[in-house]
């Protein structure tokens, strides 16, 4: 798999990578002597096609988070724009092209490595990952060290050299630490408080009392790689859990944020917080009733604090470590331990700032406790080397005077500082780590980024587990945006016409860079601007005032009821002017607004008599007040309504119905189906239609009902539109109930 990445200085190739095109060729050049070319031919074909298969079986599905709050699934590609990638969706006739500076993260839905499990890669050499110093990271064996030049062997890079001076650290890749989150990855994650802001530097608080909360999603063990500065007199807090104003605070009724050791509430559970005031350093971990405490004091100058910390929720320790030496320990149990998926920083003192933050994975193993300086070697034996590799070979590297095999190489810590570079990060799924600009896309399809010395890789996607863009934060949608929702996906933007995009609706995602149109047949739901959200001088449908047509089917059209005779109900509505339905199709129609039936009356209103068996009453009249009359309806028109009521005709005016409802038996019942449709929409006045066709020119939204005929609604009448058939059942009218049967004796 060494060809899925190759590493360009400028537009000479450093790799060669062996795309689809160059096997073909390779593979056609070797034809048997006397075969007729076609068999060639018909052999690179299938090889294209088999080719072609795989690569799409490759594509693994991605969750991406847009800077507007949208979430899309879907494979990851290359856009030929500089500075854009591309969203994969079958739901979308076409790719939606993103730009990086809209793109927070896209993440696999599996993080799992590959690392140690690829049974290809050839297990006699030892494997390295090697850090930068602009935070980029190469996994592979390293090939050579010569002239202050590093040459490695990825599997994602292939061959690639580097400068000595760069690296920050080498590891075994047993020993890797799997970091879940840092600073340059994650500053969206951070609901920060006024008062605290990303700068150059990190993460930088300025005013005190002012909180941010990291919601990094913690896991029940995980280590903290901090360091953070002050200046002038520290008094800086992180805590486990929410702490900010209206958080969800530690489980007590209100939210204390004052300094202090202990928890003012007894119904809190245990707080576990780290306290750094002037020169000392405090690990908490307490309630109101009992507290465990460590105090030391800062080792580092006064104004800077760097620890590892280790925390277990469900055993309740935390441990804190400055270069290699376990300074304070705390251990409370909670009876039923509470889990926290974030943690609150606090600035109550004079300026600090965050320039490191990383958050890692922890087998809840302990580490020893032994000095660390700046610059060493660890051994596999457990031994310290107070220097760093001086030479390499291939397979033994020396320190100092002294030359270790490879296998004896653990860890190896040079002291340089880190910088991330500007751009977006690409971690692939064997450990690396590219940090660069997006540059477009290569002829074989792969994403070309560019690092921060001018080196241009080429990433095959399907390699990619997680992308980080340079949105650095969540902004508001726009006032007026719809939302399209889809297995799992919420993408703010607005419906359009689909003539341009190859479909029936199209879609304009608010921060892609192209539309898209909608290709599902079901399985999309679009929720439209809310009445507040649309702009003033468009006029606001309300909930119906007039009447409301409703069908056995469950569908709902709001309008005015003109009559009801023998051959069907006359309507009239603003979406499909007048009509007329079978009485078949009826369920209920409202004169005016919806009066509904005292459910103590329900149960006579359903029964059925046996003295009624032959002839049923059909329908239930309502009166505005909500009283009810059964019988068989013979008539309504605009000054009378007919209906018979035990064998006699009864005259009442008009305005005294207020409804209408078809009263059904259960074996007719049984018989309806639910029309067919592609699509449900419904409006903001009330209505929801069942459309078998449908098209949208930008203002109006037209449809086939099979009862209502051709619907025209305007854009702002519209609250959702579904794709697919509805989820309701066909029966919303009131069904008979037969009386039961007296038993007989002979």
């Not at 092209?97 to 297990?123: G, K, N, V, Y």
């Not at 064997?430 to 792969?446: N, Y």
């Amino acid at each position: 798999m060494n060809d899925k990445l190759n590493a360009v200085v400028g537009d000479v190739p450093v790799g060669l990578r062996h795309t689809a095109d160059d096997r073909l060729a390779s593979t056609g050049s070797r034809q048997r002597p006397g075969a007729p070319a076609v068999l060639d031919f018909i052999y690179a074909l299938v090889c294209w096609i088999c080719c072609a298969v795989l690569c799409h079986a490759d594509e693994p599905t991605m969750r991406f988070s847009l800077a507007d709050g949208s979430t899309a699934e879907g494979s990851l590609t290359a856009a030929e724009a500089a500075g854009t990638v591309r969203i994969s969706n079958p739901r979308f006739a076409q790719p939606i092209a993103l730009s990086t500076d809209h793109l927070l993260e896209a993440r696999r839905q599996s993080m799992e490595s590959d690392i140690a499990t690829d049974s290809e890669r050839d297990q006699r050499a030892k494997r390295f990952a090697i850090e930068l110093n602009d935070r980029s990271r190469y996994v592979g064996v390293l090939v050579s060290w010569q002239d202050d030049l590093i040459t490695m062997e990825t599997e994602a890079v292939g061959r690639v050299s580097f400068a000595a001076e760069r690296v920050v650290r080498i590891m075994d890749v047993d020993t890797m630490p799997d970091q879940i989150a840092s600073l340059a990855d994650s500053r969206y994650r951070y609901r920060r408080e006024a008062g605290w802001e990303f700068t150059d530097r990190g993460l930088s608080g300025t005013t005190p009392d002012a909180a941010t909360v990291a919601d990094l999603e913690l896991p029940d063990r995980f280590r903290i790689r901090i360091d953070v500065t002050c200046q002038g007199i520290a008094d800086f807090e992180l805590i486990l859990g929410d702490r900010s104003t209206g958080g969800a605070g530690q489980g007590g009724g209100r939210i204390d944020r004052r300094g202090g050791s202990l928890s003012r509430l007894p119904t809190e559970t245990f707080v576990t917080r780290l306290e750094w005031f002037d020169n000392s350093v405090s690990l908490v971990r307490s309630n109101a009733s009992v507290s465990d405490a460590a105090v030391f004091d800062v080792t580092d100058a006064s104004d800077r604090l760097t620890l590892d910390l280790y925390v277990d929720q469900a055993s309740g320790r935390l441990l804190a470590y400055h270069q290699g030496v376990k300074r304070g320990q705390v251990s409370l149990v909670d009876d039923q331990p509470v889990l926290r998926r974030e943690l609150t920083l606090i600035n109550r003192g004079d300026p600090v700032q965050l320039t490191q933050f990383e958050l890692l994975q922890w087998d809840g193993r302990v580490p020893e406790s032994r000095l660390l300086p700046d610059r060493y070697t660890l051994l596999d034996d457990g031994a310290i080397v107070q220097q760093v590799v001086r030479e390499w070979d291939a397979d033994r590297f020396r320190v100092g005077d002294t030359w270790h095999p490879m296998e004896d190489l653990a860890w190896m810590e040079f002291g340089v500082a880190t910088v991330a570079a500007v751009g977006s990060e690409f971690v692939l799924r064997d450990g690396c780590r590219l940090r660069g600009e997006v540059q477009g896309r290569d002829s074989a399809g792969a994403i070309v980024l560019r690092d921060s010395t001018g080196v241009r890789l080429a990433v095959d996607p399907s390699f990619v587990v997680r992308c980080v863009g340079r949105a650095d934060d969540v902004i508001k949608p726009a006032e007026d945006a719809s939302r399209l929702l889809a297995d799992g996906s919420g993408l703010w933007g607005r419906l359009i016409d689909g003539a341009g995009v190859a479909a029936t609706f199209g879609w304009r995602v608010a921060l892609a860079e192209n539309d898209v149109g909608i290709a599902a047949d079901e399985g999309v739901t679009i929720e439209f601007a809310s009445p507040s959200e649309v702009t003033a001088d468009v006029e606001l449908p309300t909930k119906s005032k007039t009447g409301m047509l409703q069908l056995r089917s469950g569908d709902r059209l709001p309008g005015q009821l003109i009559s009801i005779q023998s051959d069907g109900v006359r309507f009239r509505s603003a979406v499909c002017d007048e009509i007329r339905v079978p009485l078949n199709a009826v369920s209920r129609v409202d004169a005016g607004p919806a009066v509904e039936l005292d459910p103590s009356d329900l149960p006579w209103l359903t029964s059925l008599p046996r003295r009624m068996v032959d002839a049923p009453p059909t329908h239930v009249l309502v009166s505005p007040d909500g009283d009810a009359l059964r019988g068989r309806l013979l008539s309504l028109d605009q000054q009378d309504v007919r209906i018979e009521v035990r064998d006699r005709t009864r005259l009442i005016d008009r305005a005294s119905v207020a409804a209408v409802i078809w009263l059904d038996q259960a074996e007719n019942g049984a018989e309806q189906k639910t029309p067919s449709c592609r699509y449900v929409v419904t409006t903001r006045d009330g209505a929801r239609l069942g459309l078998q066709t449908a098209s949208f020119d930008g203002h109006v939204l037209q449809g086939t009902h099979p009862q209502f005929g051709n619907c025209r609604i305007p854009v702002g009448s519209l609250e959702r539109l579904s794709f697919g058939s509805k989820e309701t059942s066909w029966r919303e009218s009131l069904e008979l109930v037969p009386v039961k049967q007296p038993k007989t004796f002979q």
